[in-house]
């Protein structure tokens, strides 16, 4: 006889105060891309007051948002409990998936501004992007999209206008913590 196979109990978030079930789990390119992050975030904070955190931990931003980011970087250790995350991480990153995009661009995104997050990221594995939102009063503001532009794609392009391309993002959290696009999306397909 066979064992009956295992299934992953559902994950949910509260957004809203309405329960949302998670999508399926991660593709294997939406967890390098979160294990990519979650390394070079690591390796810069190791040793000083700011730690990171990835898919998993749970977020308590209030009542009715409870939420799961893919990576988020904490420098508050009082909101650092044993069970989740109670208050705003300085830093939120989404991956996104086809069924959470609404969500990490619309109410999610609401929920973070509203509670203080200080700088949010939306991270699209297929398109090799990577949008900064920064806080200004209250509400998270477009700051700038970077991309991960492929060599024969830069071959193509006029040296003056190179420059044009912003392909590292200075984190706003330290004057001194830059991320290269090319290294977030480090050993995804195609």
């Known amino acids: 006889m066979g064992e ?20 399926p789990r991660p593709r294997i390119d939406h967890n390098r891309v979160i294990r990519n992050l979650t390394r070079i975030f690591g390796d810069y904070l190791w040793n000083k007051p700011c730690e990171v955190f990835s898919d998993g931990v749970d977020v308590y931003l209030d009542e ?16 650092i409990c044993p069970d989740a995350i109670h208050g705003a991480p300085d830093l939120v990153v989404e991956v996104l998936s086809p069924t959470t995009t609404n969500y990490d661009r619309g109410k999610k995104m609401e929920a973070y501004a509203r509670a203080g997050v200080k700088e949010y990221w939306i991270i699209s594995p297929i398109g090799r992007f990577v949008e900064v939102y920064l806080q200004r009063n209250g509400r998270l503001v477009f700051d700038a999209a970077y991309e991960d532009v492929p060599d024969w794609e830069l071959d193509r392009i006029q040296p003056d206008d190179r420059t044009k391309i912003h392909d590292t993002i200075k984190v706003s959290l330290y004057d001194d ?14």
């Open 4 to 23: 009956a196979a295992y299934k992953e109990p559902p994950w949910v978030e509260l957004i809203d105060g309405k329960t949302v079930m998670m999508s």
């Open 64 to 79: 009715k948002n409870h939420f799961i980011p893919d990576v988020m970087i904490v420098c508050n250790q009082d909101i």
């Open 177 to 190: 913590l830059i991320v290269h696009v090319h290294d977030v999306f480090y050993k995804l397909s195609g």
